[in-house]
């Protein structure tokens, strides 16, 4: 693989440092939780910056179809986390039981 010369090659140095610095963290942060939204949130984190090195990547192989692939990943990052927010938020609400009166009547 080829970066290219001059300032882009370095850009693009740069920008796998970075992103693999910023995705160690995330994985660490993944196993180590302590929560399950912190876990929800490395998780998240480390999609987008798995879509940053597959664009980053395209990029420095000359090779911008990759793009659409990144795209593809973050509709599925972004839908997973829609779904796991809502699980967690369904999971949280308080159960009723069939005895309980319905909310907002007050007999």
Known sequence: ??????????????????????????LARLVLGPSLPDRV???DNAAYQTIGFIIVYGLAIGQPELIDA??????????STVAVAR?????????RRDDDPPPGNPD
């Open 41 to 43: 949130i490395a998780l």
């Open 87 to 95: 699980s967690v938020l369904v999971g949280a609400a308080p159960r």
């Open 1 to 26: 693989m080829e970066l290219g010369e001059g300032l882009l090659g370095w850009a693009m140095s740069v920008a796998f440092v970075a992103l693999s610095v910023g995705l160690a963290l995330s």
């Open 70 to 79: 990144a795209l593809v990943l973050a509709a599925v990052a972004f839908l």
